[in-house]
């Protein structure tokens, strides 16, 4: 007899609506891929938004999780833990800096460069010397400071009147920076830019931020949420683009999933902290922290990051010639296994045509992420198998050919061969164009080839393009 899947989404949860109002709800991973509750599996290249970094399912993490919760789970900022006291070693260890903040999310390491950059420019600038910078397309988080130097307006103006003294400058304009003087505490800014299109530095605005913070005695404080700790193939990406950090903030992989983050700060910040100046009551306790350098002594090895650089190199070259071969992609994006490519469509359709893409993806077995207005994202576990690399931009492909993507003169494209799905009713597809989604992982992680998943059940398109803003 024939077993009815159950429906894996889940639709009006008492989830606040700022979440799609209709989710699919994931019930297992193995390596590469997640389970949904009706049992079907995808090969996920968005990671958790770039956050399993060694895949799901690890028995590693978990065992060095059980093992430091049957010793200790918490002790509160007042007092600490062998674990926590590790980490900021080895963290503090990993470049020019003498102490580590930990908190539990990106937002709050961002919040703690942003508070302990002001509390230096007013001690050693005096006031009038607040001034904090970020630029065009960054995200940085949700919380009160970090949202002040996020300068997309959607994800502020509810929140408005955010932080006084911030200012939004073009990202990669040299010349904008080169006018930054002494009132400026601080400087934000990515290497990549995650959220918001995937752009990357250019060396000279490298240049520039690393002149402007000598000549003025501004903080450079570099977010390395999503790019560090191995996503672009090094450690820290703003080190490959000869960045000079002041402060550098992790969160994302740090814990192999689990919420923690690091403020990763120098010698001439931490000497004028005082205890209470800042604090945390979760931040860098027992378990996370344990997990954390676990985390790390896997991710940081040279051969690991082989691996990643390895991988990198195949994925460019398999999303080169998609794009290569289709009008409807333009540019390939980021770096390591922080890749994207530009869909080409009116900018007033980006939003829907986007939504189809992830959706016709999903609906193929494969899972991938928006980047700023038009970009499709892939972040991979950093384990993920070559055949997996291949079978996502497989996917991808095909994914491409079942949506109507309009060219952005106006003119219908030429290359999607089925019309737009209504929502609703599932993609159509082109011809040879199996309906199995990504693979099932084995026991080892490996794939078993084309998976027994049905193909999608008709589902709406309502898609990470909306979830998938950040977290
Ligand atoms: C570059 C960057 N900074 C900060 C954040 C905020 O992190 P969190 O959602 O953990 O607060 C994100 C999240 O996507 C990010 O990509």
New binding site residues.
Partial sequence: MKMKRKDPFQYGAPIARCYAPELLELTKGKGSRVRDASGRWYLDFGAG???NALGYGRRDLARVAARQMRRLIHTSNLYTSPPTVALARTLTASGPFDACFFG???????EAALKLARLYASRTKGPGHARLVSFTN??????MG?LSV?PTSAYREPFEPLVPETETLPFNDPEAVAQLDRRVAACIV?VI???GGLEQMTPEFVEALNSAREEHDIVLIV?????GLGRTGSVYAHRTAGLKADIV?L??PLAGGL?L?ATLIPERINKLLSPGDHGSTFGGGPVTTAVAAHVWKTITPERFLEQVRARAVQLDGELDELAASRSELGRTLGAGLLRGVEVRCPENQAKTVIKEILGACRSRGLLILRSGANVLRLAPPLTVSKEDVSTAVRILGQALDAVEIPSPDGNDSAQGTAPAHAPGSPPTRSSGESSAPAGRPTSTGATTGAATGQSAAGQSTTEQSDQGD??
């Fill in positions: 938004i770039a956050v539990n999310s990106g937002t709050e390491a961002n960054s995200f940085h988080g949700r919380t970090a996020t990515e830019q995650g959220e977010d390395e949420i999503q790019t903030t969160a994302k919420p983050s950040p977290s």
